[in-house]
């Protein structure tokens, strides 16, 4: 069994000093169900894997395990194979430091959001595949899954509940070491040791400024504290009373202070967006509208008083933001026409989506920043060449604006979730490109007060396809 940390923030090999483990030697450790190794099967400047690769010994286990709440009553089972308790066991302990957000010699880089990659060889998966998205999705992670077959000689045995997953994310390796940390466990079965009071406590501190406000933090306490009970309920009641200091929400789920809105609510930034985008929307001859990366669907609710448009259709990869989307749009309450005009959808902009054509109009506010670079080239594509919209209207931060607030560092992003911030040059360069390539015609326009030296706070790209292309 074993899990991959990888990154390809450079120097690649940082990841050292992050885990505080060496990439240039293995090292074992003991544990209590065996032993366990750290090595890197990759270390170069450019991209660095360390593994953790853990060696149960079942025979062991058994002989140390008492009766009646061990989980192994068996010689024969999937424990050595299998990503479990163990493993969050092992990862705590090996990783104490980098748990811990600490790094004796690259603090900073412990401190800031960085593209990480893990992998886990064989991840069992009670609940299945929308589970297993449904735990890490609304936290920001984008999955990449494939299913076991229980035995490649006996294809007709099926598959089994195991995956292989890789999961990314650009955040503090931290909070993904952390979500591991009580997620590996909430997808198993068995627990290899007692569940005591001190596991309430274990979650909370582990689970503090996510939890509270992921929309399976009851699954994912129950499983956690393996059904019992009123540990449950216990913890479930202290999350509650957690969940009012967490204001205000965030849609990556584990930032206390939404940085972005507190910034840019100051100067009314993000209604100025959404009205300039509804402004476009309205004056166009358009009926149908996606909103692609709606988040808690803020421009939906203007779209749906535009009475021109037959269609609204909001998509997001987060079910978080469309479930509060659904709520902010009261669409259990709606008459039977608005509710047949809305529709809100779960996807991805990294995929290939027939949902997501034949609209006039796709808008895209404040997503880009918020996805992969190196993964840009799909999201590209989506976008222009198979959704393929007549107009697409997209924003973005301009970085030459951040001067202006003053609570922001210089170097740092409005919002810890974003990947990159772009200069008006930048976006405007990548935009002109992509429209020579896919037959759009653009223009820009600045959104928010604009200073004359570094522009508005906010850019819009206005994309119209060309018939002829
Ligand atoms: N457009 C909204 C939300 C912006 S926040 C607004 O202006 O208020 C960015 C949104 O992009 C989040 O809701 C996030 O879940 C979504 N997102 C991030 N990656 C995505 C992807 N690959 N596919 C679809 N949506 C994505």
Same mark, same amino acid.
């Given at each position: 069994?074993?899990?991959?940390?990888?990154?390809?923030?450079?120097?690649?090999?940082?990841? $050292?000093?992050?885990?505080?483990?060496?990439?240039? /030697?293995?090292?074992?450790?003991?544990?209590?169900?065996?032993?366990?190794?750290?090595?890197?099967?990759?270390?170069? %400047?450019?991209?660095?894997?360390?593994?953790?690769?853990?060696?149960?010994?079942?025979?062991?286990?058994?002989?140390?395990? +008492? /009766?009646?709440?061990?989980?192994?009553?068996?010689?024969?089972?999937?424990?050595?194979?299998?990503?479990?308790?163990?493993?969050?066991?092992?990862?705590?302990?090996?990783?104490?430091?980098?748990?811990?957000?600490?790094?004796?010699?690259?603090? *900073?880089?412990?401190?800031?959001?960085?593209?990480?990659?893990?992998?886990? &060889?064989?991840?069992?998966?009670?609940?299945?595949?929308?589970?297993?998205?449904?735990?890490?999705?609304?936290?920001?992670? *984008?999955?990449?899954?494939?299913?076991?077959?229980?035995?490649?000689?006996?294809?007709?045995?099926?598959? $089994?509940?195991?995956?292989?997953?890789?999961?990314?994310?650009?955040?503090?390796?931290?909070?993904?070491?952390?979500?591991?940390?009580?997620?590996?466990?909430?997808?198993?079965?068995?627990?290899?040791?007692?569940?005591?009071?001190?596991?309430?406590?274990?979650?909370?501190?582990? &689970?503090?400024?996510?939890?509270?406000?992921?929309?399976?933090?009851?699954?994912?306490?129950?499983?956690?504290?393996?059904?019992?009970?009123?540990?449950?309920?216990?913890?479930?009641?202290?999350?509650?009373?957690?969940?009012?200091?967490?204001?205000?929400?965030?849609?990556?789920?584990?930032?206390?202070?939404?940085?972005?809105?507190?910034?840019?609510?100051?100067?009314?930034?993000?209604?100025?967006?959404?009205?300039?985008?509804?402004?476009?929307?309205? /004056?166009?001859?358009?009926?149908?509208?996606?909103?692609?990366?709606?988040?808690?669907?803020?421009?939906?609710? +203007?779209?749906?008083?535009?009475?021109?448009?037959?269609?609204?259709? +909001?998509?997001?990869?987060?079910?978080?933001?469309?479930?509060?989307?659904?709520?902010?749009?009261?669409?259990?309450?709606?008459?039977?026409?608005?509710?047949?005009?809305?529709?809100?959808?779960? $996807?991805?902009?990294?995929?290939?989506?027939?949902?997501?054509?034949?609209?006039?109009?796709?808008?895209?506010?404040?997503?880009?920043?918020?996805?992969?670079?190196?993964?840009?080239?799909?999201?590209?594509?989506?976008?222009? =060449?198979?959704?393929?919209? /007549?107009?697409?209207?997209?924003?973005?931060?301009?970085? =030459?604006?951040?001067?202006?607030?003053?609570?922001?560092?210089?170097? =740092?992003?409005?919002?810890?979730?974003?990947?990159?911030?772009?200069?008006?040059?930048?976006?405007?360069?990548?935009?002109?490109?992509?429209? %020579?390539?896919? +037959?759009?015609?653009?223009?820009?326009?600045?959104?928010?007060?604009?200073?004359?030296?570094?522009?508005?706070?906010?850019?819009?790209?206005?994309?119209?396809?060309?018939?002829?292309?």
């Amino acid at each position: 069994m074993y899990l991959t940390i990888t990154i390809t923030h450079r120097p690649a090999t940082d990841l $050292g000093y992050l885990l505080h483990k060496s990439p240039f /030697k293995v090292q074992t450790f003991t544990q209590s169900f065996g032993k366990a190794h750290v090595f890197y099967s990759e270390a170069t %400047k450019e991209r660095c894997s360390a593994v953790l690769l853990l060696d149960i010994d079942p025979i062991g286990l058994v002989r140390r395990g +008492g /009766k009646s709440d061990f989980a192994l009553e068996q010689y024969v089972n999937d424990r050595p194979y299998v990503a479990s308790s163990f493993l969050a066991v092992a990862l705590g302990d090996i990783f104490r430091s980098a748990v811990a957000g600490r790094s004796k010699d690259r603090q *900073e880089l412990a401190d800031t959001p960085i593209a990480l990659e893990v992998t886990v &060889g064989v991840l069992p998966c009670r609940g299945g595949e929308g589970f297993l998205r449904r735990l890490f999705e609304p936290l920001g992670y *984008e999955l990449e899954l494939e299913r076991l077959v229980l035995d490649s000689q006996y294809p007709a045995w099926g598959e $089994g509940p195991y995956f292989k997953v890789c999961i990314r994310r650009t955040c503090l390796l931290r909070d993904f070491l952390t979500h591991l940390y009580v997620l590996i466990p909430v997808l198993d079965n068995d627990k290899h040791y007692w569940v005591g009071d001190d596991e309430v406590e274990k979650l909370l501190r582990h &689970g503090e400024g996510w939890l509270s406000t992921h929309p399976e933090k009851e699954q994912i306490t129950r499983r956690f504290l393996k059904n019992r009970g009123n540990l449950a309920r216990d913890a479930l009641a202290r999350l509650s009373e957690s969940d009012a200091e967490d204001e205000p929400f965030s849609i990556a789920g584990n930032l206390k202070i939404d940085r972005e809105r507190l910034l840019e609510e100051r100067i009314s930034l993000n209604e100025t967006r959404l009205r300039k985008v509804a402004e476009i929307i309205e /004056k166009s001859d358009a009926a149908s509208v996606i909103d692609l990366g709606c988040g808690e669907g803020k421009l939906l609710s +203007g779209l749906m008083k535009i009475k021109q448009l037959k269609s609204v259709v +909001g998509m997001d990869v987060s079910i978080r933001s469309l479930e509060i989307a659904k709520e902010r749009l009261n669409f259990d309450r709606l008459p039977p026409i608005q509710q047949e005009k809305l529709k809100l959808i779960h $996807g991805s902009l990294m995929y290939r989506d027939s949902r997501l054509s034949g609209f006039d109009i796709a808008t895209v506010i404040e997503v880009i920043e918020h996805l992969d670079f190196p993964r840009f080239k799909s999201f590209e594509r989506v976008l222009f =060449e198979f959704a393929r919209p /007549k107009t697409i209207v997209m924003t973005t931060p301009n970085v =030459e604006y951040n001067v202006k607030f003053e609570n922001l560092k210089p170097g =740092e992003f409005r919002h810890t979730d974003h990947r990159f911030e772009w200069t008006r040059a930048e976006f405007e360069a990548w935009s002109n490109e992509r429209a %020579k390539k896919y +037959g759009y015609a653009v223009e820009f326009h600045p959104v928010g007060e604009a200073d004359s030296a570094i522009g508005a706070p906010t850019q819009l790209g206005l994309f119209t396809r060309l018939e002829a292309a």
